[in-house]
């Protein structure tokens, strides 16, 4: 049965390396989404949103998946960057499971 997939690479609240390479386990020969976000503050007071990635990899025969390289330079710079990493596994019939979220710094 199709559950959450794990995040492997990273810690929740651990240090995002750039470029940004996320791994973990899912349900073999399925799907996951892996959706990179930011918040960060710019000008002293004002919080910017966007979206860094928005990929969708292969699981391979033993669960295991990885991202591509994803660049943080191309998210806003300011100060208290704070990145959410959510994980989807999508199963061969686009039912989707829960989804996985974690913080980076």
Known sequence: ?????????????AKAADPLVL???ALPRSKVQIRVTYATT?????????????QTVDVDA???WSSQGISL?????????EYTV?????????KKASAT???LK
């Open 1 to 13: 049965a199709l559950g959450p997939a794990t995040i492997t690479s990273h810690k929740d609240g």
């Open 23 to 25: 791994s973990g386990k």
């Open 42 to 54: 710019v000008l002293g007071a004002l919080r910017v949103t966007g979206v860094v990635s928005d």
């Open 62 to 64: 033993n669960g295991n």
């Open 73 to 81: 330079s191309s998210a806003v710079q300011g100060q208290n960057t």
């Open 86 to 94: 959510t994980a989807t596994a999508i199963a061969a019939d686009g």
């Open 101 to 103: 979220t974690i913080k």
